[in-house]
């Protein structure tokens, strides 16, 4: 059959990404205490196309995916992407897999257990002399206003916040050690089940541990810049923590970012 794709274009228009997005799919992901999780995710695969091709081979990237979506650890998402690359005689491949990412987390008092949906994104490129891999993870924690605390003869207000990582890879680590370095970071961390003698902890905790939004930052960024439960420091990271303030019609937001 006639190959439309392969065919010459004359326009001399090179076009940095081509591809799919939006690719609803189930894979599997590592989980520390399990071994192996499933869960699903939205994809985005694309590779360059030189000028003089007319298009790419779109049923391609759907291939690959689907025979390595049971193996999608950090590593294995590289190699997916080097395929794709090859396959589509690209000089570059990239792509992005956001999912959530789910922990069974116990309750601090009664113990009860229970399972917590975090946000997470791959997102990877690779070419022949170089790859690069950054994984995002979302985290939800709680906050208590240190301001609050000290001006108020009883009592001060807190939040709901959302702390969001991005770190660029270059060994090994557990998405749970990460989301754990957050909650240490804030005044506590979100549970699905509390019972009373949980609750009551938990709310004494965050008393006891008052954060701006502009703390977390700084505290997750000093957990990031000293974590040890990888081979190698991380060499680039971003921190930013939105609140979403109780008693304002804003929301309070810091950032942060390092690179060697």
């Given at each position: ?209 008052p954060r701006f939004v502009e ?46």
């Amino acid at each position: 059959m006639v190959d439309i794709q392969n065919s010459a274009d004359s326009r001399e228009i090179p076009l940095q990404k081509v591809g799919v997005t939006d690719l609803q799919y189930p894979v599997q992901v590592l989980d520390k205490r399990e071994g192996t999780q499933n869960t699903c995710a939205t994809v985005n695969l694309f590779v360059n196309l030189p000028h003089s091709y007319k298009g790419t081979h779109m049923s391609r990237f759907i291939e690959i995916f689907h025979r390595r979506r049971q193996n999608l650890g950090m590593k294995q998402f590289l190699l997916m992407l080097e395929e794709i690359r090859q396959s589509l005689d690209a000089e570059r491949a990239f792509g992005t897999m956001e999912f959530p990412f789910f922990m069974k987390k116990n309750a601090p008092v009664s113990g009860s257990e229970s399972i917590m949906n975090y946000r997470c994104m791959y997102e990877g490129e690779v070419c022949a002399e170089s790859q690069q891999f950054f994984i995002q993870v979302s985290v939800p924690v709680t906050t208590l206003c240190p301001c609050s605390k000290a001006i108020s003869d009883y009592g001060a207000h807190n939040q709901r916040g959302i702390v969001t990582v991005k770190v660029k890879n270059a060994s090994f680590f557990w998405i749970e050690d990460v989301i754990e370095a957050v909650e240490r970071s804030a005044s506590g961390g979100l549970y699905s089940i509390l019972k009373r003698p949980d609750e009551k902890f938990v709310t004494e905790h965050a008393y006891e541990n008052p954060r701006f939004v502009e703390d977390v930052v700084r505290e997750v960024y000093i957990e990031l810049k000293n974590f040890s439960k990888c081979d190698k420091p991380f060499s680039q990271f971003s921190v930013e923590c939105k609140n979403f303030e109780s008693i304002h019609s804003h929301n309070a937001y810091a950032y942060a970012e390092f690179s060697l």
